[in-house]
């Protein structure tokens, strides 16, 4: 599986994103499917994933604010970002693991190349 992550960005606290990633490879549907970040100087961070079946879980920092989901006719996951704070401010990676809903970043098998989202105050 091959992620291609985009819709990173300069946003103002409070704003909104929304990220897509795309994903090649014919069991898309079948992966579970998360978003990471790594802000400098920090560790890779869960942020949210989802299931093949919609099950979906959240970090606690970004709960009631960001929204997970995917379509897998278009073997893409996007991420809604809404009422972001600078705290938000990272590198946020796709990635894919075979296993049910993981928070783990160990037990992801595949990895998008990361998109720069910047929340200024």
């Known amino acids: 599986v091959q992620l291609q992550a985009s819709g990173g960005g300069l946003v103002q606290a409070g704003g909104s994103l929304r990220l897509s990633c795309a994903a090649s490879?014919?069991?898309?549907?079948?992966?579970?499917m998360a978003w990471f970040r790594q802000a400098p100087g920090k560790e890779r961070e869960f942020v949210a994933a989802?299931?093949?079946?919609?099950?979906?879980s959240y970090a606690e920092s970004v709960k009631s604010r960001f929204t997970i989901s995917r379509d897998n006719a278009k073997n893409t996951i996007y991420l809604q970002m809404n009422s972001l704070k600078p705290e938000d401010t990272a590198v946020y990676y796709c990635a894919a693991t075979s296993s049910w809903l993981t928070t783990s970043n160990r037990q992801y098998d595949y990895w998008g190349q990361g998109t720069q989202v910047t929340v200024s105050s």
């Open positions: 989802i299931t093949w079946v919609g099950t979906t």
């Open positions: 490879g014919r069991t898309f549907s079948r992966y579970t």
